[in-house]
């Protein structure tokens, strides 16, 4: 991986890879596009971010350089140059952007490739200011990246790598037509000229077509099953009628036992700084309401929504990550994407309509390994996703309630036409849409590691996983960097000063 990369894994304290890592950077590596599925929380971050940040250290900026001095120079002014970064990676939200950014700058540290962030909802003249210091790889949201496109203050003509996180989610935000414009209507090098990246939790329909749109000759790789919960995340579902939700809500939080590794005992726990709640609303009014209603109960709480302003968010998000306030209410929109150590308990105090919400929403517990606990209400507002909450609770060899499993029998007689729900059907099983006219046969990585040709039906079960070897001694040696954009991080500095100072 290079010196850079080891040193700030070394300094991150990671000391293992998870099983997407394990398999997707070998993949990333050497040089193919990737359709990676993956549950949320599974460490998908690291999992491009080094290989691609290794990747720029050791090739350097090459035209991208020239191009940058070209354009001050043709300006006039060194501050107002067109900046073109080696790396783009796209995110739903300004949450997730931030998030990203932030381990790409931790992964960065003492080289000299400088990341950048501009998303929506900031001041888009400080985030060109920041531009305009420099950029190597930028994150991005699609509307914010849109408008600085525009602006002709980015350019993508020598743009390496692509990656689009949380691809599904982008979709369901309805941002295509701002992605597929960035991609194919802009001077971005088309695919088999750039690597693509592509991560999903789910592999609906709609992220089919886009992976064989973008991704040219590309791996599928499955990490776990697709649309899926994680083991590691103890799942309770409880029925409490709509008026009782509050007081019930209050003895959840006086008594609830977070799961622990065997051999420790369990006792009621808390939230606090180690041990975080995050309960969702379905909606801005009721996030404001029950906050209030917390605060006088005695609680520190602070909460966050789509109506609030970036850096009330920003505030409330802080105060949550650094426990001066341990419960944070969010809507659904809000927090999407979000990755908060020490999430030991997601409450759904009001259940999605969407099976996949559900999925995203406990996915903020028991991430990279760590156990959660995941708490839902449900009552008879929640029928419509009766059959699909067992189908996750079975899958997930989670306790299910004997009136749950009355529940989805009834509904399933009363309603025998009604199909899975829309964005949930495209898990394993499902009709592979990638071998349409427009876009040949991708290869997919099987559970047990082999390769076969894309096509047929589905992805059969269980694991995932890029083969055997590949992964291993990811965190011993990868060899020297000799300089590159980490010259003056050794003595090894005999590389070469991409810079030209």
């Keep these: 991986m290079g010196e850079i990369i080891m040193a700030n894994i070394a300094m991150s304290r990671y000391d293992h890879p998870t099983p997407v890592q394990k398999h997707a950077i070998p993949i990333i590596k050497s040089k193919r596009d990737l359709m990676a599925c993956a549950q949320t929380g599974s460490g998908k971050t690291a999992a491009f971010l080094l290989p691609v940040l290794s990747q720029i250290y050791s090739e350097g900026p090459g035209e991208a ?52 962030v501009v998303y929506g909802g900031a001041d888009i003249g400080q985030q060109i200011r920041e531009l305009e210091r420099g950029c190597h790889l930028v994150v991005a949201t699609p509307g914010r990246l849109v408008d600085m496109l525009e602006r002709g203050k980015i350019g993508l003509d020598y743009c390496s790598f692509l990656v689009l996180d949380e691809a599904d989610r982008m979709l369901d935000m309805g941002f295509e037509p701002q992605i597929r414009r960035i991609v194919e209507q802009d001077t971005m090098p088309p695919k088999g000229i750039r690597q693509t990246m592509m991560f999903s ?11 064989r749109d973008f991704l040219e ?7 776990g099953r697709v649309g899926s919960t994680s083991e590691n995340i103890t799942q309770k579902v409880v029925w409490v009628e709509e008026n009782d939700k509050r007081s019930f809500l209050l003895d959840l939080l006086n008594a609830t036992v977070i799961p622990t590794d065997e051999n420790v005992p369990e006792v009621p726990e808390k939230p606090g700084k180690e041990s975080l709640t995050l309960v969702f609303v379905e909606t801005k009014k009721g996030a ?21 302003s970036q850096r009330d968010r920003e505030e409330a998000l802080a105060q949550f990550r650094s426990g001066r306030c341990p419960i944070l209410v969010a809507t659904a929109v809000a927090a999407r994407g979000l990755d908060i150590s020490n999430v030991k308990h997601v409450i759904n105090f009001d259940l999605p309509s969407d099976i996949e919400e559900y999925v995203h929403r406990i996915g903020r517990t028991g991430r990279v390994g760590n156990l959660g606990l995941a708490t839902s209400f449900f009552n008879d507002k929640n029928s419509n996703i009766t059959k699909d909450l067992l189908d996750i609770l079975v899958e997930a060899k989670q306790e299910v309630p004997s ?9 399933q007689h ?9 964005r949930f059907s495209g898990g394993f099983g499902a009709r592979d849409y990638r071998q349409t006219p427009g876009g040949g046969p991708s290869n997919f990585t099987t559970p047990r590691g082999g390769r076969s040709a894309g096509g047929g039906r589905g992805f059969g079960g269980g694991g995932g996983g890029f083969g055997g070897g590949g992964g291993g001694g990811f965190y011993g040696g990868g060899g020297g960097n000799d300089g590159g954009y980490g010259g003056s991080y050794s003595n090894s500095g005999s590389g070469t000063d991409w810079w030209g100072n």
């Excluded at 009136?403 to 509904?411: C, D, F």
């Excluded at 009363?414 to 829309?422: A, D, E, H, P």
Aim: glycine share 6%.
């Design 414 to 422: 009363k309603s025998t036409t009604r199909g899975r729900s829309k």
């Design 288 to 308: 404001d309401a029950l906050e209030d209603f917390l605060y006088h109960e005695g609680y520190s709480c602070t909460s966050i929504h789509g109506d609030r």
């Design 65 to 116: 350089l020239a191009a940058s001095k070209n354009g001050a120079q043709d300006s006039g002014r060194y501050g107002r140059r067109k900046q073109y970064p080696l790396a783009m990676i796209l995110a739903p939200t300004r949450e997730l952007a931030s998030q990203i950014y932030d381990e790409a700058r931790k992964f960065a540290y003492r080289s000299r490739v400088r990341c950048c």
């Design 403 to 411: 009136w749950l499993e009355s529940l989805a029998y009834e509904h």
């Design 201 to 211: 939790a789910t592999f609906p329909k709609e992220i089919q077509i886009l992976a």
């Design 217 to 223: 000759d590309y791996i599928f790789l499955a990490v």
